[in-house]
């Protein structure tokens, strides 16, 4: 992980499957709304989410839910991911997608609950919802 000093102001999103879905679909379409940098730094978070998912759930260290903490493998992946994008994107930044179990992603509470964990996993660094996440 690379802590750039410029770089601490991260916006944060909601993204479930069926966003995912719907994202790729665009991009296989040439949408224009699927080639905003934002989109696409999205996906390819989340596409390295899942690989650390397949990957670490056969080993000790699992990813794990940034809820709940229950574990991750190729038998149970996320529902949803907390994606972090930088709000001044620059070469080398912290681009991360973070996962939410199904009974998690269902929470009253996820934003909230989600900021916490960032907040604690990443001190001196600011949040903020994006615009048009899901409430
Ligand atoms: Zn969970």
Sequence with gaps: MNENHAGKMHEFFIITSDDVQR??????NNEPAAQMPSVQMA????????????KRGKTEHPMICVCCGCAFNAGQVPKAFGVLLPMFPQEGQYVGAHGICERCAD????????????????PSWQFS???GTRQ
């Design 23 to 28: 994202a790729l679909k665009a991009a296989a």
């Design 43 to 54: 996906l390819f978070a989340i596409g390295g989410a899942m690989n650390e998912v397949i």
């Design 107 to 122: 929470r009253a509470d996820l934003q909230e609950q989600i900021l916490k964990t960032l907040q604690e996993q990443f």
């Design 129 to 131: 919802k994006a615009s």
